[in-house]
């Protein structure tokens, strides 16, 4: 019940730090952005999506005094912006690629649009090409009502944003380099900031992983295992010690004595890959769940090993009598 105890409390935690990483990046934590109006290469911040680690990246300029009315809802225009394919790409928009209108879900819910849809303006009709989900759930404000039209990027921006998972320490310092320098319009100095940070300023998975509470339960099993390999064969050293009497050679007692802890050790081996595969295949995270099963099964196996080995190596012949007096 201790084993299970153990295996069953790793899996939880490293599940519950997988899930804190997932909330940290679907929500924006990853997103990293640095505003200078007027002084962003759109180019240099779409270049930005081939340095490894970063998903996407993509510039965009919301001017304040731009806005599209829908003939639908003419008392309530939206904002309106543009921005780079790159742009699209780290709000995870989803499109049919074609030329158009990008529309955050609530604007298009309350337009009644979709994707392909045709959007009647006072200006004009458009196409509304892709819609994306910007939730209130700590992200900055002012992208959740909003529509953007794709343009090339080979002109300057407001604003570029880069997701980078896992978080890259270097990425700061590189957004600061697609601002342009000498631009008239840049006397305010560029502002680098998350775009969410309801979780935290950053998210560091491999100190929070080598730090859990339960970072020892897989070497303490190990490590019970050992003691148990050990006891249940130190317990018949009379029979070891006369099976040597009779001529069995070390070789075939260590086989046999190996072979039953295999058998007795298969069974949390199979529960600990078993729950730990099951669990994490329904999150998506198979791997993580072979990973850590395979971990602390090898754990258990090592310690039956060493267990079985410490107490064969400590079991002699010349002491059978003394095995015997002792029983």
């Known amino acids: 019940m201790l084993g299970l105890a153990a295996v069953a409390s790793e899996v939880a935690v490293v599940a519950a730090l997988e899930r804190e990483a997932e909330a940290f990046k679907s929500s924006g934590g990853s997103v990293l952005t640095v505003v200078a109006p007027g002084q962003i290469d759109g180019d240099r911040c779409e270049s930005l999506s081939k340095v490894p680690g970063v998903r996407a990246a993509g510039a965009v300029t919301v001017p304040s005094d731009q806005r599209i009315t829908a003939v639908a809802l003419p008392g309530a225009p939206l904002p309106y912006g543009y921005a780079t394919s790159g742009f699209a790409t780290v709000l995870r928009v989803e499109t049919d690629g074609g030329p158009g209108l990008l529309l955050s879900s609530d604007a298009a819910q309350l337009l009644g649009a979709y994707i392909g849809s045709d959007l009647r ?21 002012g992208f959740g009502y909003m529509a953007l039209a794709q343009v090339d990027s080979a002109q300057a ?14 990425l700061r310092s590189l957004l600061l380099t697609v601002v342009l320098r000498g631009n008239p319009s840049g006397d305010e100095q560029p502002e680098v900031a998350p775009l969410n940070l309801t979780h935290g300023l950053e998210f560091d998975g491999n100190t ?5 509470i339960t970072r020892w339960a ?19 050293r009379v029979e070891l010690a006369s099976a040597l009497h009779d001529r069995m050679s070390r070789l075939d007692l260590a086989a046999i004595a190996f072979f039953e802890a295999l058998t007795w050790t298969a069974p949390p081996v199979l529960f600990t890959m078993v729950a730990s595969t099951t669990y994490f295949a329904r999150e998506g995270e198979l791997h993580v769940g072979v990973v850590l099963g395979a971990r602390i099964a090898a754990l258990i196996i090592a310690g039956a090993i060493v267990g079985v080995g410490v107490a064969l190596l400590t ?13």
Not at 157 to 170: G, K, L, M, S
Not at 315 to 327: G, N
């Open 218 to 236: 897989g070497v303490a099993l190990g490590t019970l295992t050992a003691m148990v390999g050990f006891i249940t064969l130190r317990a018949r």
């Open 315 to 327: 079991t002699r012949e010349r002491d059978l009598f003394l095995y015997a007096k002792d029983r």
């Open 121 to 141: 303006t006072t200006g004009g009709t458009t196409r509304v090409s892709g819609v994306y989900e910007y939730p209130r759930d700590g992200r900055r404000n």
């Open 157 to 170: 921006f407001d604003e570029c944003w880069a997701d980078a998972w896992p978080q890259n320490p270097a």
């Open 208 to 212: 929070n992983y080598r730090q859990r």
